[in-house]
């Protein structure tokens, strides 16, 4: 596959990286499960050593990745959290670390309650308002740390206007691409120097490992990452590494059809009298629409509401009646979730810091998967028929 830059990205998907085994002939990627390689003389080897530093499968992993994302390198970590670590421990005491304000509760719990204490400076602002971001910025910030899509509430940030800000102040700037997958997104051809995935939901796609990784654009980059990879040493295992390329012969599959069900259930979900607010980027009356047109390749499979009186009782009733949608964290699985985020994925913000972006206590978050759409429109039907909304408010709607 050594014109896989050339080739459009279904093809990368299933080919970029994986080539038949030298020793066998094996067509798939064998999982190199050992800890260490012989060596003909000391020094004298295949370029392996021992499997912190290299593995085989995984390097298959890392080049599939890379291809995927329009990239250079890529570098893979145990988890997506490990992966935003190792680019964090890129930086020093006193540098500066701007944020999306509305951030995956993990990422802002490692910035906030593990490298604040490092001397690492945290600053969360609004990316989608430009002046923002030209404002945060000082002699200290190092990295722009950008979440697009946002969870839950499904913000968009202009992934090329921040990274044309951050350049001409010389600030690093990495995307977490999670929810949009580079199916939908590519931010390294929006100017962005890394992207950062947790593997574990869309690239993966089936619910069954934790795994995350950092592509990066240039060499520099690319020599530091697996600088920290080897030194720190959260390394995937060679199954895992597997399991995440099978995952992905089959993303673009996977998320066109989510797409295509997350839509519809948009729509169903905003003609519903008991729902308030729909969280879709592929609504027109979402404020970003133009922006995700622009940006994605579509809106995603991510869908969050909330719902008429806002009370959490509501929520619980709803998320405990599907029966299709499994009550769950996680997202990106071939299999539909539903999630409550103020007390599951986001249970460790404080509710004022939540409130401010819209995160009320009934919001409800739907990873929509690929399962056939009127089962899912009609479990969401009969949930939300259990739920009886607060008095005042249920007698004004009906
Ligand atoms: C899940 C997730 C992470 C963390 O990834 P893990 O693989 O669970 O460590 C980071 N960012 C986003 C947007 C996520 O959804």
Redesign the pocket.
């Known amino acids: 596959m050594k014109k896989s830059k050339e080739h459009k990205f279904a093809t990368k998907a299933i080919h970029a990286g994986v080539d038949p085994d030298p020793f066998s002939g094996a067509v798939m990627t064998p999982i190199y499960q050992t800890s260490t390689y012989a060596q003909e003389a000391p020094g004298v080897h295949k370029g392996y050593e021992y499997a912190r530093t290299q593995n085989p499968t995984r390097q298959a992993l890392e080049a599939n990745l890379a291809a995927l994302e329009d990239g250079y390198d890529a570098i893979c970590f145990a988890?997506?959290?490990?992966?935003?670590d190792a680019v964090l421990r890129l930086f020093n005491p006193g540098d500066e670390i701007i944020l999306s304000s509305d951030?995956?509760g993990?990422?802002y719990r490692l910035m906030t309650k593990v490298y604040e204490k490092y001397g690492l400076v945290s600053k969360f602002i609004d990316m989608r308002d430009l002046t923002k971001v030209e404002a945060a910025i000082t002699p200290k910030s190092k990295l722009l740390w950008i979440?697009t899509p946002?969870?839950p509430m499904l913000q968009l940030t202009d992934i090329q206007a921040v990274c044309a800000i951050a350049k001409k102040h010389e600030v690093l700037t990495c995307v977490?691409n999670?929810?949009a997958s580079p199916y939908l997104q590519q931010p390294l051809k929006m100017g962005a120097d890394m992207v950062?995935?947790?593997?574990?939901?869309y690239l993966n796609g089936h619910s069954d490992v934790?795994?995350?990784a950092v592509v990066v654009n240039d060499k520099k980059l690319s020599d530091d990452l697996h600088f920290v990879q080897n030194a720190v040493g959260a390394i995937p295992g060679p199954n895992d590494c597997f399991l995440v390329l099978r995952g992905i012969k089959t993303l673009h599959v996977r998320v066109k059809q989510a797409c295509k069900n997350a839509k519809k259930i948009a729509k169903y979900l905003v003609a519903h009298p008991k729902v308030r607010n729909v969280y879709y980027p592929g609504l027109k009356t979402h404020p970003q629409y133009e922006l995700a047109k622009r940006q994605m390749r579509k809106p995603g499979a991510m869908v969050s509401f909330d719902m008429v009186g806002d009370s959490y009782e509501a929520a619980k009733m709803m998320m405990s009646n599907t029966e299709v949608f499994t009550l769950a964290e996680?997202?990106?699985g071939v299999e539909s979730l539903i999630g409550h985020p103020a007390s599951m994925?986001h249970g460790s913000i404080p509710k004022e810091e939540r409130l401010k972006t819209g995160l009320t206590d009934s919001l409800v978050r739907l990873s929509v998967g690929i399962e056939h759409l009127d089962d899912l429109i009609a479990d969401l039907e009969q949930a939300l028929k259990e739920v009886k909304l607060p008095e005042d408010e249920a007698s004004s709607i009906s």
């Open positions: 988890s997506g959290m490990a992966a935003m951030l995956y993990g990422s979440e946002t969870n977490d999670t929810f950062c995935h947790s593997a574990t939901k934790i795994l995350g996680s997202l990106g994925t």
